[in-house]
C-alpha cells in the first residue's frame, strides 16, 4: 500500500485530471444533446483549431520551471509568462483571421469569443504551478478544476436558455477570465513578464524538442479526426468523433496523471540510476496493466455508452471499435519511458517516436484520398503506435546504457575491494 501522503497527491492529480477531462466529455454530450450532431461536429472544429495553434508555440514552459535551479527560478518564471503573452496573442490574431474568411461556414462572433479566450489565457500566473515543485497539487486543482467544472455549468444553463453555438464560446470566454483571476490568486507571488536573453535560449533549447512533439503528438493523437473532418459532413465527424472521445479521454486521463505525478518523483530519483530505472519499470509494469484493462473495457463498453449518452444514431461498427481502442491501449504503453527521458532532459526521445506516428497519418490520409476505408485508415494508425513504442524503447535503452554500465562497473569495483579486504 502507498504511503498515505502520496496516495493523497495521487488522489489529487487523479481528482483534477478527471474533473478537466469528464468536463470536456459532460460539454459535448450537453451540445449534442441541446444543439444537435452538426452544431457539435463544428464546436470540436474549433477546439481542434485551438489546440493545434497552441501546440504549434507550446515550449513546455509549465514544465522547465519545474526542473529549473532555483537560484534562476524568478527569471525563469518571468520568462515563461513573457512567452505565454505572446502565445496568446499569436493565438487569438489566428482566430480572428480564420473567421474573417469565414472557415468551415462558423459564424465570426464564434472565433472573436475565442480569440479574447486565448487572449486572456495569456495572462496566465504560472506561479501555482511552481508548488508540484514540492509534490504540491492542490492549487492546480482550484485554478483549473473549479474552472472547468463551473465553465461546463454556465454552457448547460446559458444555452438552455439561448441554444446557440456562439453562446458557447462566450461561456468559454468567461471561463477563460476565471481561470486567469484564480490562477494570480493562487499564486502567491507577484505576476512579471521578461524574456532575459540567457533564460529565454535555455527555455528554447528544452522546450524546442517538446514543441515539436507536441505538433506531432497533436496529429498522431488528432491526425485522424483531422482528416476525416475534411471529408466527412459536421453530423458524421461528430459520431465518430464521439467515439473516438471515449477512447481518448481515458487514455489523456491516465497520461497526464502519469506525467504530472510522475515526472516530479522521477526527476527526485535520476541521481541513483538503480533507483531511477527501478521506478521505470514499476511505472511500465502498471502501464501494460493499465492498457489491458482500458482496451476489455472499451471494447465491451463504448456502444452502451454511446447509446445511453448520445441516442441508437452514434453505435458503432465493431471492427471500428476494436481498431480505436487498440491505437489508444498502445500509446499508453509509451508513457512511462516518455516521461523517463524528459526527466533526464532528453526530450528529443518523445519528439522521434511521435514523427514515426505522424507518417503513419500522412499514409492513413494517403490510402484515404486514394479511396482507402476508415478500417484500413485506423489500422494504419494502430501500427504506427506500435513502431512509435519500439523506437522509442529503443532509442531510451541506447542512450542511457553508459549510466547501466557505470553502474555495474562501480558494484564490480566495490565486490573487488570487499573480496581483497577479506
Known sequence: MPKLPMAKKLSTVAGNHLLLEGCVFLRNVIIARLLGAESL????????????????TDLATERYILQVDQNRLKAALAGSHAIAQIRGLFLAAMLLLMGLHNVHNISFACYAFLAGSALIRGFTHQGYRLKQRTLNFTPALYVEG?????????????????????IVCACMLAQAG??????HIFSGESYKAAAHKETFVDMVKF????????LTMFWSMQGERVILSSIMSS?????????FQLALVP?????????TLGLPILVLAKENWNNFSSRVTAFQVAAYGIMFVFFMSFVILV??????????????????????????????CRTPVSIAAQALGQTDIPLKANIIRVVASVLGAFFIYTGGSLQMLLATACVGEILACVVQSILFTARNRVPTQKFARRASTIKSNLREAN
Do not use: W, Y
Request: aromatic share 10%.
Open 235 to 243: 453530423s458524421e465527424f461528430a459520431h465518430f468523433s464521439m467515439l
Open 146 to 166: 473549479s474552472t472547468m467544472l463551473l465553465g461546463t455549468f454556465a454552457i448547460f444553463t446559458s444555452i438552455s436558455v439561448v441554444p446557440s453555438l456562439e
Open 303 to 332: 456502444n452502451p455508452t454511446l447509446t445511453m449518452l448520445f441516442g441508437a444514431d452514434f453505435k458503432a461498427e465493431m471492427m471500428i471499435i476494436i481498431l480505436v481502442g487498440l491505437a489508444q491501449s498502445i500509446r499508453l
Open 251 to 259: 487514455a489523456l486521463l491516465i497520461g497526464r496523471i502519469a506525467l
Open 178 to 183: 476565471m481561470h486567469t483571476a484564480l490562477s
Open 207 to 214: 522546450g524546442f524538442p517538446l514543441l515539436l512533439t507536441s
Open 41 to 56: 461536429g463544428e464546436f470540436i472544429f474549433l477546439i481542434l483549431a485551438i489546440r493545434l495553434f497552441a501546440m504549434s
